[in-house]
């Protein structure tokens, strides 16, 4: 017995020995992090309105994607429209509005959206969401809104003890001529067209040939009352002082009152939403189907998702914003303006422009044609 006892305690003295020099496998060291994606770079070519965003906005996405943006500029969604349906190629980032940015996904004009890339979606109200023309956001994202709205200069048209309330001011030739050549509207169908609709008591978006036929029988009336069909710089001609009243966008009225301010003059540029109604315009970000540098276009439109971004561009003309994270960096000062943050009751008069069908623009383009003509 003690025999086997001992040669039991050999064996365990041994085997103990032997794990003693034993090497312990080391466990794996932790995976290496996966590296961050590089930011894309390069040019960014933004076809855009005309003074459609800060330049300080433009400045900070240069350098932090170490890019370049070159700006073109139109001044019209039939602009922009006649301009690709031509062939122009070479636009990463158009701004246009929602009726045209319907056009453009019909023909297949848009690059769809990888929303993985656009975190900052998550920013946006969703009032301006899940449009009908693009559910799901699939090639568009609000950027700001307008008004379509009349701007005049309150000291002289107080001199001329004239009361602008409604559209009557422009389309009714016993009025209007009271400032006869003092007056200009936007060199825009869309938006003449739906003006004299709204003054008229007739649905904006009718479908209705005899519609649009009163409607420039309308125009032509006030037409000899006005002094142009200017889109381009009746900012300037306002905040000089050479036109009294306009029909034109809210942010531009905005920066025409700024414009005015700065120049020090005797006058502000005052903005009325019409009693009978008036368009919100909506412009979009979408990326275009040739777009050179669509890394670089999604990367664009999430930095100008940003809630201090959008809000930029509000404070500095005066748009409406789309974006929920940007109100609270909005100045009270734009935040108060009727025409831009319309009351609960203003906005039901507010309307949005739907796509026309193909035959009723041709016939919409002949009446605007013979309008401007005569």
């Known amino acids: ?111 769809a959206l990888d929303h993985a890339k656009l975190p900052n979606m998550k920013n946006l109200k969703p009032e301006f969401m899940n449009t009908s023309f693009d559910p799901g956001n699939k090639f568009s994202v609000p950027y700001a809104y307008s008004t379509t709205v009349l701007g005049y200069n309150g000291t002289q048209l107080k001199k001329a003890g004239f009361e602008v309330k409604g559209l009557e001011a422009i389309f009714d030739p016993t009025v209007a001529c009271k400032l006869k050549n003092r007056i200009t509207v936007l060199d825009s169908p869309d938006e003449v067209f739906s003006a004299a609709f709204f003054y008229l008591g007739i649905d904006p978006n009718t479908q209705s040939v005899d519609d649009y036929k009163k409607a420039a029988e309308a125009i032509k009336k006030a037409k000899r009352c006005w002094a142009a069909f200017n889109s381009s710089s009746y900012i300037k001609e306002l905040s000089s002082g050479n036109i009294w009243l306009a029909l034109g ?88 303006q009727a025409a831009v943050f319309p009351d609960a009751e203003t906005a039901k008069k507010l309307r949005q422009l739907k796509l026309l069908p193909s035959e009723l623009r041709q016939e919409r383009g002949r009446l605007w044609t013979e309008i401007k003509a005569k």
């Open 249 to 336: 966008y809210s942010n531009d009225f905005f920066q025409a009152n700024l414009e005015a301010a700065a120049a020090k003059q005797d006058f502000r540029i005052v903005t009325v939403i019409p009693s009978q109604g008036a368009v919100m315009s909506v412009d979009n970000m979408v990326i275009h189907k040739g777009a050179p540098n669509p890394e670089l276009a999604h990367a664009f439109i999430n930095f100008m998702l940003d809630g201090k971004n959008a809000a930029e561009l509000s404070n500095l003309i005066g748009s409406g914003s789309a974006n929920a994270a940007a109100m609270e960096f909005i100045k009270p000062e734009v935040k108060a």
């Open 1 to 111: 017995m003690k025999t086997l006892k001992l040669a039991l305690l050999a064996l365990t003295t041994v085997a103990a020995l032997v794990g003693c020099g034993k090497k312990e496998t080391p466990p794996p060291p932790p995976p290496a992090a996966a590296p961050a994606p590089a930011k894309p770079t390069g040019t960014l070519n933004l076809y855009n309105w005309n003074n459609y965003i800060a330049p300080e906005t433009v400045e900070r996405f240069e350098k932090e994607f170490n890019a370049k943006v070159v700006q073109t500029f139109y001044s019209d969604n039939d602009e922009l429209l006649a301009k690709l349906a031509a062939g122009a190629t070479g636009y990463d980032i158009l701004v246009p509005t929602s009726n045209a940015v319907e056009v453009l996904i019909r023909k297949g004009d848009l690059l």
